[in-house]
């Protein structure tokens, strides 16, 4: 079956703009999880959501970071005034469900780079 | 908070030997370990697991040994094959952190034909 897929694949911006994330979890998967990787780094978690609430988002860097998922499937990472320092790969897992130990699936990634 | 520590950074072997990747934690409360591999250009996907009722898992050429008291955990892969090189990341997880993985940095492992 799909497996999660994120969209643009890559994101190349500038200074000072707004960009938006997507990201489609895997049909049946309640719980969302996004992270941000730095090359040479595992992935650092930014926020989940269990259905459409944000059950975690402490790792959200700053409110120029922010994530949706109104109807519990898709999600969108929105990212305003991006910085040079936000440049990273992101990353969307989703799983069964969150509140206990279920495997998360990654995406492949949106590679972005703020110019 | 937690803290995930991954040795080597880099591991290169021969084709047919094995190679053993390690990480140390911090939290005693965590209470499960997934091991991810992540390949150019993809996200990570998990190869094994081991929860902290258990001392070792395999599966196939793939095991994972967990020692809740020094808090270390290790992945070990026989007979490796080239299709084997990828990026390896260990991960600890716990209920009291709400089941968020804290990531290892990553061991890239090479293997050499």
């Known amino acids: 079956g799909a497996g999660v897929s994120q969209t643009p694949s890559n994101k190349v911006t500038e200074k000072g703009k707004y960009v938006e994330l997507r990201c489609d979890p895997i049909?049946?998967?309640?719980?969302l999880y996004w992270y941000r990787q730095s090359l040479g780094q595992g992935p650092e978690f930014l926020i989940y959501?269990?259905?459409?609430?944000?059950?975690?988002d402490s790792g959200l860097p700053n409110d120029r970071f922010f994530a949706v998922r109104p109807e519990g499937s898709v999600s969108t990472l929105k990212i305003q005034r991006t910085e040079r320092g936000d440049s990273a790969v992101y990353l969307c897992?989703?799983?069964?469900?969150?509140?206990?130990?279920?495997?998360?699936?990654f995406g492949p990634g949106t590679r972005l780079t703020v110019l | 908070g937690e803290n995930v520590e991954q040795h080597p950074s880099t591991l290169s072997v021969q084709e047919g030997d094995s190679a053993v990747i390690k990480c140390t934690y911090s939290?005693?409360?965590?209470?499960?370990f997934p091991w991810y591999k992540q390949e150019l250009g993809k996200g990570p996907q998990l190869i094994i697991d081991?929860?902290?009722n258990v001392g070792e898992k395999k599966d196939q050429r793939i095991a994972v040994t967990l020692n809740k008291t020094a808090k270390h955990f290790s992945l070990h892969i026989t007979e490796t094959q080239p299709e084997d090189s990828a990026v390896y990341f260990c991960?600890?997880?716990?209920?009291?952190?709400?089941?968020?993985?804290?990531w290892g940095a990553g061991t890239k492992l090479i293997i050499k034909p």
């Open positions: 049909s049946g998967h309640t719980a």
């Open positions: 991960a600890a997880s716990s209920i009291d952190s709400n089941y968020q993985l804290i």
């Open positions: 959501f269990q259905g459409t609430g944000a059950a975690d």
């Open positions: 897992a989703s799983s069964l469900t969150s509140g206990s130990f279920h495997e998360q699936f």
């Open positions: 081991i929860r902290s």
């Open positions: 939290d005693s409360a965590s209470n499960y």
